[in-house]
């Protein structure tokens, strides 16, 4: 039963993490980005997942003498998801040629993959307000710093159109 009540919180911890990755991905879903709302969900919920099978497994492997036996580095999984997630994110940049130059798209997309990541790491691992605050903050660089960058740039705009 224990084994239930441990893996029950795992999928707990998933939830969560997918639901905060939801709200990161249904801001990218908005504004048409590579990757969005079902991504960052799986993205998070994968990473939240990882980490949980890497604690009940170091606890069914290890038993009551985790310590005398077995030493444990968590941050190896935390590795792996950063991998699995750059390989993602490289998807979501590309080139694409404007106005005779080469610019790079899908930059902050990637980012908000790697943020997302991160936050179902934060969840996995039960640091639930973290991942909440983690959330917040994130979407305050998309949402509220995106807004200042568009006027920003049609002051910079208008101040060469006068010119």
């Known amino acids: 039963m224990d084994d239930f009540t441990g893996q029950f919180g795992v999928v707990v911890s998933m939830a969560y993490a997918m639901l905060l990755g939801g709200l990161i991905g249904y801001e990218r879903e908005l504004k048409q980005r590579p990757a969005g709302f079902r991504t960052h969900m799986l993205v998070a919920g994968a990473a939240a997942l990882l980490i949980g099978i890497g604690q009940l497994s170091v606890v069914e492997r290890a038993g009551g003498q985790a310590t005398a036996i ?4 968590p941050f190896r999984l935390v590795e792996a998801v950063i991998a699995g997630v750059a390989f993602i994110g490289a998807g979501t940049i590309f080139s694409q040629s404007r106005r005779g130059g080469e610019t790079i798209a ?6 908000s993959l790697l943020m997302v990541a991160a936050i179902g790491v934060a969840a996995g691992l039960d640091y639930y307000l973290l991942a909440l605050m983690a959330t917040a903050l994130a979407l305050f660089v998309l949402v509220a710093l995106s807004f200042w960058e568009r006027r920003h740039e049609r002051r910079v705009g208008i101040a060469k159109g006068e010119e």
Do not use: F, N
């Open 70 to 73: 077995l030493q444990v580095d």
């Open 106 to 111: 899908g930059i902050t997309t990637a980012a």
